[in-house]
Nanobody
Framework: QVQLVQSGGGSVQAGGSLRLSCAAS????????MGWFRRPPGKEREAVAM??????IYADSVKGRFTISTDNAKNILYLQMNSLTPEDTDMYYC????????????????????WGQGTQVTVSA
């Protein structure tokens, strides 16, 4: 089993920055796909960014503003969010799959087996 514990988030004014963290423990592995998701009101769950051993993938809405990264030694996933707008307000969830090398399929069908508890990000105008 894998446990994902999120931290970070909070409230910030438009144009500000926040960093989310997701600490993984349990049955982790060196090969993985990990990602960040949000669910805008009235919309489907949205993949914000994913990372595997070879690539980073970003939603068009966050390209150039958000950066996903990992500290493999500490098993921590990060999401650095810059130039935040009120449209980024949402609950953010991290997810991990340690049985795969690539995120390509999971970007299309995000059936991750492991999810964090969620953390709120609020951006005021």
């Amino acid at each position: 089993q894998v446990q994902l514990v999120q931290s970070g988030g909070g409230s910030v004014q438009a144009g500000g920055s926040l960093r989310l963290s997701c600490a993984a423990s349990g049955s982790t592995a060196r090969t993985y796909c990990m990602g960040w998701f949000r669910r805008p009101p009235g919309k489907e769950r949205e993949a914000v960014a994913m990372i595997d051993n070879n690539q980073e993938i970003y939603a068009d809405s966050v390209k150039g503003r958000f950066t996903i990264s990992t500290d493999n030694a500490k098993n921590i996933l990060y999401l650095q969010m810059n130039s935040l707008t009120p449209e980024d307000t949402d609950m953010y969830y991290c997810a991990a799959d340690y049985t795969t090398y690539y995120c390509d399929r999971l970007w299309l069908w995000p059936d991750f087996p492991n999810w964090g508890q969620g953390t709120q990000v609020t951006v005021s105008a």
